[in-house]
T-cell receptor, first 111, second 114 residues
Framework: SQQGEEDPQALSIQEGENATMNCSYK?????LQWYRQNSGRGLVHLIL?????REKHSGRLRVTLDTSKKSSSLLITASRAADTASYFC???????????FGSGTRLSIRP | NAGVTQTPKFQVLKTGQSMTLQCAQD?????MSWYRQDPGMGLRLIHY???????DQGEVPNGYNVSRSTTEDFPLRLLSAAPSQTSVYFC?????????????FGEGSWLTVV
């Protein structure tokens, strides 16, 4: 399978702490995207990082990409209750148009 | 723009029945796809299409058919529903390319097969 795999599967932290989740993939990619899913809803795009980029920021989000290790990390700083959701990485491959998702990390923010 | 619209939102089927999940997008996106989401399994790609008249299989295509007669619509057909097809189904679309464009999702269709 070309599926990305997120780690950990579940994460519970105190509000205000930073949350880090990781994604590993198996083959060369063109880009990697992170999405958030609130319970019972569709996925919402957070950030995209291309294979020639190493780090990208968007507000409280920081994404890194290490193509040599075939892995990416998503850091959410100063977490808030509203960040409680599932987070998925999605990989785009050079040779295909389809997008494959990982199994996700369930993030819970404790007040 | 309405974005990606899926219908129905909820459906209960009996084993062996057939049905069609509808998906429409008004963003003129070439790429459309269907995913299913089971607890703890993430999203698995069922079928996808890179343009009108073109469809291809994803990771879990068995038991499902699709067609793409127009750019806007991408219906998913369950030919003979089985309990294993109980899941949440998401339709998604994006502009074509090598995966570098944002994917837009519908709100999901909850399907129960009894």
């Amino acid at each position: 399978s070309q599926q990305g795999e997120e780690d950990p599967q579940a994460l519970s932290i105190q509000e205000g702490e930073n949350a880090t989740m990781n994604c590993s993939y198996k083959t060369s990619i063109n880009n990697l995207q992170w999405y958030r899913q609130n319970s019972g809803r569709g996925l919402v795009h957070l950030i995209l990082i291309r294979s020639n980029e190493r780090e990208k920021h968007s507000g409280r989000l920081r994404v890194t990409l290490d193509t040599s290790k075939k892995s990416s990390s998503l850091l959410i700083t100063a977490s808030r209750a509203a960040d409680t959701a599932s987070y998925f990485c999605a990989t785009g491959y050079s040779s295909a148009s389809k997008i494959i998702f990982g199994s996700g990390t369930r993030l819970s923010i404790r007040p | 723009n309405a974005g990606v619209t899926q219908t129905p939102k909820f459906q209960v089927l009996k084993t062996g029945q057939s049905m069609t999940l509808q998906c429409a997008q008004d963003m003129n996106h070439e790429y459309m796809s269907w995913y299913r989401q089971d607890p703890g399994m993430g999203l698995r790609l069922i079928h996808y299409s890179v343009g009108a008249g073109i469809t291809d299989q994803g990771e879990v295509p068995n038991g499902y058919n699709v067609s793409r007669s127009t750019t806007e619509d991408f219906p998913l057909r369950l030919l003979s529903a089985a309990p294993s097809q109980t899941s949440v189904y998401f339709c998604a679309s994006r502009q074509n390319g090598q995966g570098g464009n944002t994917i837009y999702f519908g709100e999901g269709s909850w399907l129960t097969v009894v």
